[in-house]
């Protein structure tokens, strides 16, 4: 029985781990810009396959991951300069139809490129698993959470240590006070869309060894990362972490114990309940925004 918890509450924490990344990825651009991006599970499809197409060309792995990233980082950049930087005084519901376009155009061009096979990268660390009071666990997953905790402290300590984080954090708090004050939030958008791009191609990386990837693989992973921002307050990058760690638990335990066809049903009946009641998030402020 308790090795049975330990071992859905790995797994959870696994996949909430990915969850956070891309929550992460939704608040930052959501505070840059007030942007809904609903082509941020794109960004991941795009890590992972370009990681595999540079591996398969005879790139070392490393190598492959950095300059896979890099990719994501460009697209994401091209994302705001093209599509949300031309409508930035377009309203709330036409922001968000541009970026659900942009995901469609993101994904064809993807099944263009890469075909509609599903990829897989080989494990970081082998694949011998590793017992932890009974349960099992995969030296990947170890990497998935290892490598997205760091990353997630990289970007606080951006934030909070950086004049560039600050900028981009005086952008989100007051934009027109900000450029009053010489900021340029047009690089702040690219930014924040760069910094976005870059969680989700790691996120897409390091998860792709476990659950492999194709073209259509960012549809969900982007909306369970929104459920977890909207769990934890939109906006709130502490709360993006936290719902997600919180949405990957609850949904390997509602798989463990009632049924895996309930697993992806979860992040939708959260952002239901959360918007009914606490519309604001966990830990998000107070006011709402009627779309």
Do not use: C
């Not at 990837?213 to 992973?221: A, H, K, N």
């Amino acid at each position: 029985m308790i090795e049975s918890m330990i071992q859905f509450i790995l797994a959870g924490l696994t996949s909430g781990a990915i969850y956070a990344l891309v929550g992460l990825g939704f608040s930052i651009i959501y505070n840059a810009s007030h942007v809904i991006n609903f082509a941020q599970g794109e960004f991941i499809v795009i890590g992972g396959m370009s990681t595999v197409a540079l591996l398969a060309a005879g790139v070392p792995l490393p190598l492959a991951i950095v300059l896979a990233t890099l990719v994501t980082m460009l697209v994401g950049m091209a994302l705001a300069k093209f599509a949300i930087q031309p409508a930035k005084d377009a309203d709330v519901v036409a922001l968000i139809i541009i970026t659900i376009g942009a995901s469609i155009f993101l994904r064809g061009v993807v099944q263009l490129v890469f075909g509609k096979d599903i990829h897989s990268l080989p494990a970081f660390s082998g694949e011998t698993p590793l017992n932890l009071m009974g349960a099992t666990l995969m030296p990947q997953s170890l990497w998935v959470m290892g490598i997205s905790s760091a990353l997630i402290v990289v970007i606080a300590w951006f934030f909070n240590a950086t004049l560039a984080g600050k900028a981009m954090l005086a952008t989100a708090y007051n934009a027109l006070a900000a450029r009053l004050m010489g900021v340029d939030t047009k690089w702040v958008l690219l930014s924040a869309f760069a910094l976005s791009a870059l969680l989700g191609a790691v996120g897409g990386i390091v998860v792709t060894p476990i659950t492999f990837v194709s073209y259509e693989s960012g549809i969900m992973l982007g909306l369970k990362g929104f459920s977890a921002a909207v769990l934890g307050g939109l906006g709130n990058g502490v709360g993006a972490v936290a719902g997600g760690l919180i949405l990957g638990i609850v949904e390997a335990l509602s798989a463990g114990y009632l049924s895996s066809a309930y697993k992806d049903a979860i992040a939708f009946i959260i952002i239901l309940v959360v918007l009914v009641f606490r519309p604001n998030g966990l830990f998000g402020k107070k006011g709402i925004d009627r779309v």
